[in-house]
Structure formats: structure tokens, C-alpha cells
């Protein structure tokens, strides 16, 4: 199934392309990188900018005024000033150039193997690390140029190794978070080596924060080598930012405006490169939202609200649900005029192949579709309203209370984190507004009414302490503790072994009938279609293309895609009829 909470793999190639897209469709990190691509062009082609050699020294231009033969003026020595900004930046920028690139090369290295590896290698790493950071930067720095001489080339190259421990920390826990992801276990047991593992799958998956890091610790470098040029640590033979700040600053008194070009520079600089990190971090804040949303007309968004059903017992009355996600093209339509009536206390099965749509239309109505999803047109109503694109501040208040949802997967829907206890009674002082003391109570009665042994015992373990069907039994109690009009059951067994998929179903249905809850079960196992639901969707291609009694539907199918799917379930199976105990169920 395509679910919330499916385990997330590295990032597809066309959302690889978008970060660039995105980055300069925010205006922040659009007027960043214009900036930036001013300075960077300025510095690559210096010698065919700057009108004058930077070291050109005309008598007559000593404190010169802006527009007096030089652009930006002259300075004290009768240079012109804009010349060796232009120069300055070339050698500004590779300053900072050689120090991000040692630091981030040294720093992701070994954060990459101490974190993939672990261990002795990681134990040293981090003492290295953790000794450089104990090291004042700048007094280092101000050591190797008493004994290494002016270089700031090697100033710089040091300076690199200072910054080194931070993009290896960051590398490290990335990496110790992406580790034991599946598709890197995949990766493994296809027999790919250990350095193609990290270079092909976990790299590009941990690569932006560091680029955020580059873009950060680049300005840091600017700031950092200026400020040691200013004090006067440098090759002063040669024009740079920093150098021409001190300069400036010497002769401030003679020309105040001197001082303000470096400074500018230097501002512009480093903000551009902090805007940047900003624009490439809220990029990634919204997820994999493809660019084309944003150029999308609004009004395709806006679905039909129709008139609300008629029929007083209908629970959910969903109309004619088109759900679509944004491609280079428009909308791809996954759920394509999808109608379904649940009346209060029955059980709605929605079953069809892989990739029919079931999933999609019940996050519709959850309002949990996928980031970009969207309900193109159509109408959900429940209980008398229309939630279809419901704001979500509204449609939380629907979540948990009102609608409740047991997922697929149930380990990675308990937070390790917490204890069963805490997760169990955090939604119903939330949602119900009662006291942890009687959130307790309840969730205790709850955890022996789905069938604990000893509620105790799990109410104050932690995820990792219960099995796979514990585990969906705590999130059977967790949907219905705030006893839900509607529970929606996203193939709830599948990922259960048999004899316990047949104790979660039993344990549904028996829920259900106390309750008097309406259930949609999405399946796409006929049996447990005859195991538990009243009635039966069958849908393909995104549409549902026959809604029946499940008696009826299982003794004469209407349509040839219903039969098919019912001739090969029932070739192998003979499912347990359900015995109804309310009048509304199905006879056996
Ligand atoms: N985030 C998404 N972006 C684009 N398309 C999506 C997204 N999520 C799902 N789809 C597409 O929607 C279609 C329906 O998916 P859905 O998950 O509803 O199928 P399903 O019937 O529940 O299948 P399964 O039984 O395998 O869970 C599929 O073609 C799927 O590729």
C-alpha cells in the first residue's frame, strides 16, 4: 500500500532536480543565488572586469572620490578601489573555498565510515573530533601564522580542519540514522560493497543538510578570514576584502566612505550564503512537494459541493471523489469519481488489486492524503457535512475523535520513544479532555478488553517489548478510545501472522457490534470481505466498479472484474461467511 507511514526510500530523481527549482522559486533564495552568482562570476573573470591591476598605483588618485578616473574612488596609496574589490573577492572566495572544502571533505569522510561502521572507528573518530572542537579556533590560527608565515591559503587550510568536527557530527548521525533503513539492508544483501553502499545510498540520501552546512560554514570562512586580514594577519601583497577593510580603516579619517566597500561586500556575501541555507532548509521542510503545484490553477482545487444525502442512516455519503497528484503535466488522477455509501454500524469492505485506490480514498476522507495530493472534485460527507478539503485545523478536530484510523504497519505506527501507556492515554486527555488519571482507567479496560493478558504489563512497556499483533490490538485501542462514529481499517492484518490475523478480525468485528461503529475495512483478501463486512466495494483502475450485499456479491458477482478477482480467491479458499449479530448483517 502507499501509506503515511510507509518507510521512506531515498528521494526519486525528478524531486532531486526540483531542489534547484524550488530553492529559486522562494524569493529569498532566489535574490541569494542572483547575489551570489554576482560574486562568484566577478571573482572567476576579474582580470576582464577590474579596469586597473589591483596593485596599480597612480599619484595623483591617492583618496580620489568615487567617479574621479576610479569607479569607486582611490585609495590611500592612489589604488583604485572597485579594481581590487573585484580582485578581492577572487581571492577572498578561495580562501573560503580551500577551508569548506577541507573541512567538509575531512569532516563528511569520517563521519560517513564512523557512522556506517561504528565501533572502535567511531569511538576514535569522535575523540579526534571531540579534541579539535576543545581547541580555540582562533588562537590555533594565530599560532600557525607565527610559525607557518602570512599564507592565508594555510590559515585557511587549518582553519578547515578546526571546522571539521562539525560536518563530521552531522554526518555521523545522519548516517546512524539511515543505516539500518531497509533498502540500505536491500543494498546489502544484493552484495554491493560497503564504500558503493555509502556513496551510492547513503550519501545522496544525508547530502542536504550538508549542503546547508557548506553554505553556513562558507560564510563563517569569510567572516573568520577578514577578520584575521583586518588585524593585519595576511599577505598584504595581495588584494582582499578583509585586507582592504584594514586599509580602509587606517585611512578612515581621510575617506569614511572607503571603509564601507569591503564591509558591503563582505555583507552581502555572507547573507546571501545564509539565505541560501534557509531556502534550501524550507525546500526541504516541505517535503518532496514537486515545484508544479505552486504553478497550478486553483481552480481545478475547488470541488463541487453537491446537495447533502438524503438518506438520514447514511453515516458517509462520498460523491463522485476525484483525488489527484501534481506531475510535470497537470494531475494525475489515482481516484477518478469514486461513490460509496456507509450506513451507521455497518461495515463497508473496500477491496481491489494493488494500486486500485483503495488507500487513496480513505485518506481522502481521513484528510491524510500524501503531501501534494489533492481532492480534485467531489464531495465527502459525514454526518451531514461536506469534509472534502475541510481545513485541517478543522478536520483534526474530526481525527481520533470522530473518524479513527487502524493502519497497516503497526510497529512503525507506535513511537519508540514512548511507553504503550503514555500513547494510549495522550489522544483521550487531548481529544476527550479527561484526566491522565481516568485516561489510565480507560486504557487499561481497553487493553484487556482487545485481549492483553496483562494490561498492566504492556500499558508501561515500550513498543519494542510487544509482538506484531500486541501491537495492533494497542492501536485498536487507541482508534476506539474515544469511541469513533467511523473506524477506518487500512488492511489492519496483513501484516499479522494467520492465527493472529483471524484474533484481530475476530476482535474488530466483535468491537464493531458492541459499538455500533461504522467500519471501512480496506482489503484485498476476499476472505476477510466474508469474514467481517456487510457490504462490499470492489474497485479498480480507481473507480469502484461494483458495490453489493457480500452474499450477493459473493454468490453472483455482477461484474467480469469481480468475478475475475473472486475466481482466483475462492480457486484455493473457502472464506468464513460472517454471522451476523444485528439485524443490518449479512444471513449465513
Ligand atoms: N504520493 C503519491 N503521489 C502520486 N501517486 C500516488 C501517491 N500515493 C499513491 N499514489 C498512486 O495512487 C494509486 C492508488 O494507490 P493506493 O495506495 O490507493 O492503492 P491501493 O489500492 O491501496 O493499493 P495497495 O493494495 O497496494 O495498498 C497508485 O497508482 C499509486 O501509485
Known amino acids: 500500500m502507499t501509506s503515511a507511514t510507509q518507510q521512506q526510500s531515498p528521494a526519486p530523481l525528478a524531486a532531486r ?60 596609496s592612489g589604488r583604485d578601489i572597485f579594481s581590487r574589490l573585484v580582485y578581492g573577492a577572487r581571492n577572498t572566495l578561495i580562501g573560503a573555498l580551500i577551508a569548506v572544502t577541507v573541512a567538509a571533505f575531512v569532516g563528511v569522510t569520517a563521519g560517513l565510515f564512523a557512522g556506517y561502521f561504528g565501533g572502535r572507528r567511531e569511538v576514535v573518530m569522535s575523540w579526534i573530533s571531540d579534541g579539535l572542537m576543545s ?76 549542503i546547508i552546512q557548506v553554505s553556513v560554514v562558507a560564510g563563517i570562512s569569510i567572516v573568520i578570514q577578514s577578520g584575521l586580514q583586518f588585524l593585519g594577519l595576511g599577505d598584504t601583497s595581495i588584494p582582499t576584502w578583509g585586507g582592504m577593510l584594514q586599509d580602509a580603516f587606517a585611512n578612515m579619517f581621510v575617506v569614511p566612505t572607503a571603509i564601507l566597500w569591503p564591509g558591503l561586500a563582505i555583507s552581502v556575501t555572507v547573507a546571501s550564503l545564509v539565505l541560501l541555507a534557509n531556502a534550501i532548509r524550507d525546500r526541504l521542510q516541505q517535503g518532496n512537494r514537486p515545484a508544479a503545484i505552486a504553478g497550478l490553477p486553483e481552480a481545478i482545487a475547488k470541488p463541487a459541493a453537491g446537495a447533502a444525502p438524503t438518506d438520514k442512516d447514511a453515516l458517509l455519503d462520498v ?21 460509496l455509501t456507509l450506513r451507521r454500524g455497518e461495515v463497508l469492505g473496500l477491496v481491489g488489486e494493488s494500486g486500485s485506490g483503495k488507500t487513496q480514498t480513505a485518506f481522502a476522507v481521513l484528510g ?47 513511537d519508540p520513544a514512548f511507553r504503550i501507556g503514555y500513547q494510549l492515554t495522550e489522544p483521550m486527555v487531548t481529544v476527550l479532555g479527561i484526566s491522565r488519571a481516568e485516561a489510565r482507567e480507560r486504557a487499561l479496560k ?32 487507541r482508534a476506539i478510545s474515544c469511541n469513533p462514529d467511523l473506524l477506518i481499517a487500512d488492511e489492519p492484518t496483513t501484516a499479522l501472522d494467520v492465527t493472529v490475523q483471524a484474533e484481530v478480525l475476530d476482535l474488530l468485528r466483535d468491537l464493531q457490534a458492541e459499538m455500533d461503529m461504522s467500519v471501512i475495512l480496506v482489503t484485498h483478501n476476499f476472505g476477510v470481505v466474508a469474514d467481517i463486512c456487510h457490504r462490499v466495494s470492489v474497485m479498480k483502475d480507481g473507480r469502484v466498479v461494483e458495490t453489493n450485499d457480500v452474499r450477493r456479491l ?18 484455493d479458499v473457502t472464506p468464513r461467511v460472517y454471522q451476523p449479530r444485528s439485524g443490518r448483517g449479512v444471513a449465513a
Open 17 to 76: 532536480a526540483g531542489l534547484l527549482r524550488s530553492v529559486l522559486i522562494n524569493p529569498l533564495g532566489l535574490v541569494a543565488t542572483i547575489l551570489l552568482s554576482i560574486v562568484v562570476i566577478t571573482a572567476i573573470f576579474a582580470p576582464l572586469i577590474a579596469p586597473f591591476a589591483p596593485d596599480d598605483l597612480q599619484i595623483f588618485k591617492v583618496n580620489a572620490a568615487p567617479g574621479d578616473g576610479y569607479l569607486l574612488g582611490g585609495d590611500g
Open 135 to 210: 581547541l580555540p579556533a582562533l588562537i590555533v590560527l594565530l599560532a600557525f601564522y607565527q610559525s607557518l608565515g602570512s599564507s592565508i591559503e594555510i590559515s585557511m587550510l587549518v582553519f578547515g580542519v578546526m571546522l571539521a568536527p562539525g560536518f563530521y557530527r552531522l554526518t555521523r548521525n545522519l548516517v546512524n540514522g539511515v543505516k539500518h533503513e531497509l533498502y540500505v539492508d536491500a543494498a546489502r544483501v544484493s552484495g554491493l560493497s560497503d564504500l558503493r553502499i555509502i556513496v551510492r545510498h547513503i550519501l545522496l540520501v544525508i547530502r542536504a543538510p550538508v
Open 319 to 339: 460523491r463522485d471523489l476525484v483525488v489527484g497528484y501534481p506531475d510535470k503535466s497537470g494531475w494525475t488522477e489515482v481516484v477518478k469519481g469514486v461513490s
Open 368 to 414: 491524510l492524503l500524501s503531501t501534494g495530493g489533492r481532492i480534485l472534485s467531489g464531495s465527502i460527507w459525514f454526518d451531514g457535512r461536506d469534509i472534502a478539503n475541510l481545513p485541517e485545523e478543522e478536520m483534526r478536530k474530526l481525527r481520533g475523535k470522530r473518524i479513527a484510523y487502524v493502519p497497516q504497519e503497526p510497529m512503525s505506527n507506535l
Open 446 to 477: 481497553l487493553l484487556a478488553r482487545v485481549g492483553m493478558p496483562n494490561p498492566l504489563r504492556t500499558f508501561n512497556a515500550y513498543p519494542h517489548q510487544i509482538s506484531g499483533g500486541m501491537a495492533q490490538r494497542v492501536l485498536i485501542a
Open 554 to 571: 459473493f454468490a453472483a458477482p455482477q461484474h467480469d472484474y469481480t468475478k475475475m478477482l473472486l475466481g482466483a480467491v475462492l480457486d
